[in-house]
């Protein structure tokens, strides 16, 4: 039992976001595989799905804008939608994170 509650807290969820398609940066390369995604590590399943929720709401509104700054070129409004719309939450043991 012991070992089985040590093995379940080793497990991180993730809300991951699709990539910008390289060849044409208003697209978003959703079919990319899941480990190249962006992702960032949440404390658990439930907090990731209502992070996500949050997520496609806020994307599916015309006036979400996307932040400024970092060293890659700022996405526009429609790309920023679109990825926000692309998220969703993956375990850390997810055997497609190992694809690449």
């Known amino acids: 039992m012991l070992r089985h509650s040590a093995a379940l807290a080793l497990v991180v969820w993730y809300l991951t976001s ?3 398609d390289k060849n044409n940066p208003h697209v978003i390369d959703a079919n990319a595989p899941l ?6 590590a949440l404390p658990d399943k439930e907090f990731c799905e209502s992070a996500v929720k949050t997520l496609r709401t806020d994307g599916a509104n015309p006036s979400t804008q996307s932040p400024k700054g970092g060293n890659s070129r700022t996405l526009t409004s429609s790309e920023f939608r679109k990825k926000l719309l692309g998220a969703q939450c993956i ?10």
């Open 18 to 20: 699709p990539l910008v």
């Open 35 to 40: 480990a190249t995604w962006v992702r960032i």
């Open 91 to 100: 375990a850390s043991d997810d055997p497609r994170l190992k694809e690449k």
